[in-house]
């Protein structure tokens, strides 16, 4: 009969192997930042050269797999759905290198 930390080892070892403890993970972390930070004081808008930026960092995150890392970002205020939906590559003035 397993024991109870061999059933945690392996429990651990499968989720990992899934991807959930890593997204968990992430998860858990954006929802702390959110819990701390300062509703009080209003965060300014953003520009929109700024929106471009966070889309680009969303986009290199995603395009190299850093899914759990691009899900803290995408959960951050600042870059809503509606946003990042209006971005796209011609406002960046720049070729696009990589086909996907």
Known sequence: ????????????D???????LGHLKARIRAEVFNALDDDREPRPSLSHENL??????REYLEFNKYKYTASVLIADEHLR?????????????VSQAVNR
């Open 52 to 57: 471009l930026i966070n889309e680009l960092i």
């Open 14 to 20: 499968t989720l990992e192997k899934k991807g959930v």
């Open 1 to 12: 009969m397993a024991t109870v930390a061999e059933l945690k080892a392996v429990l651990k």
């Open 81 to 93: 759905k509606e946003e990042r939906k209006s971005t796209n590559i011609e406002e960046l003035h």
